[in-house]
């Protein structure tokens, strides 16, 4: 049994939880919580593939990846008979349509009727994935709430949400849930590399991401380094005294970009502190610039970093982008 893999970075507590259940003592339902772009949907499919693997084992954790229910269930896109997922938001409505399940944004609730009612193609189980769930019409709750009223045997639903709070009481509370922590930075890292980015990359991203995936690729996508490249431009500028152009600070770009000052001025922290030992700097790209700018005090930085967050609650109101970001030059300014 030992040539069974799980192949999910992270995750140790869910790990745990499940490597214990077997196929008889595993639940109908279970909600998987936790900040988005942490591997709750990577860990609900290898589960529900786990689920179909004709492997012979003890408990359900694990498949070999080679039997014939693995191949279908395949790496990209399944084809699966028995294994029915979404990706992305979805929501689950009134509206009817007539879509085929996997090409559908937006299920309706017959379909998930029916669905849930098709006895199993393969005779073993039936495993529904259904990504960052949201019940859209009481409709859908209600042929959920049936679903569990009298559950067919075998048929196990994986929902994941960052937002639990948002689905029906009457719902979460027939689910196990199952909360995923944030991603540590290796982990992250090595999903990056598992994604064809480079060394370089997928450290860079990995100290971004704040333990999740989908911010650690939205650091890396082109608009936001460009973003991320003006800001610190912007950064070392006003640091030396000067008062450059603050163009960078939109509304739309704020936000983020006042994220990024905090990570620049951290890392001056942690790279110059005035008494102390350096430490390691998160904006690795920046590293060799912040080395060189001089040394910063304990006032300075606590003075910086409050209001740095000072701005960041003025960003959410309608103060404009300016003001904000020249409270934040006004800290930063050695003059
Ligand atoms: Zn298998």
Redesign the pocket.
């Known amino acids: 049994m030992s040539d069974l893999k799980f192949d999910v970075a992270g995750a140790e507590g869910p790990k745990r939880f499940f490597s214990r259940l077997t196929k008889e003592s595993i639940a109908h339902g279970y909600l998987f919580t936790g900040p988005p772009g942490v591997g709750k949907k990577t860990f609900a499919r290898a589960l529900a ?1 786990s689920l ?4 012979p084992k003890e408990h359900v954790l694990g ?8 191949v279908l269930v395949g790496k990209e896109e399944t084809r699966h008979p028995d294994l029915l997922e979404s990706a992305g938001a979805l929501k689950i409505g009134e509206s009817d349509e007539a879509m085929a399940f996997h090409e559908a944004d937006a299920i309706t609730s017959r379909d998930l009727v029916r669905q849930l009612s098709l006895q199993s193609y393969s005779g073993g189980f039936r495993v529904f994935v259904l990504g960052d769930v949201d019940f859209a019409s009481p409709a859908a709750a209600n042929a959920l709430l049936k679903f569990f009223e009298e559950p067919p045997a075998r048929v196990v639903l994986l929902l994941t949400t960052p937002t639990p709070s948002r689905l029906l009481s009457t719902i979460r509370s027939r689910l196990v849930e199952v909360r995923f922590p944030s991603l540590r930075q290796s982990e992250v890292t090595a999903i990056l590399r598992d994604k064809g980015f480079d060394a370089k990359k997928a450290q860079l991203g990995a100290a971004l991401s704040q333990g999740s995936v989908t911010r650690a690729l939205a650091a890396l996508s082109d608009d936001e380094e460009q973003l991320r490249d003006q800001v610190a431009q912007w950064f070392f500028e006003v640091v030396k005294g000067d008062t450059p152009e603050e163009s960078w600070a939109s509304r739309e770009t704020l936000d983020e970009g006042l994220e990024i000052v905090k990570t620049l001025v951290r890392d001056w922290i942690a790279l110059r502190p005035e008494s102390g030992k350096a430490g390691a700097a998160l904006a690795v790209d920046y590293e060799p610039k912040l080395k060189k700018l001089p040394k910063i005090t304990a006032a300075t930085a606590t003075n910086a970093l409050t209001k740095i967050g000072e701005a960041q609650r003025l960003a959410r109101t309608n103060v404009s982008p300016a003001l904000v970001s020249e409270l934040v030059r006004m800290s930063l300014s050695p003059n």
């Open positions: 593939q179909l693997c004709e492997a498949y070999d990846g080679t039997c014939a229910s693995c």
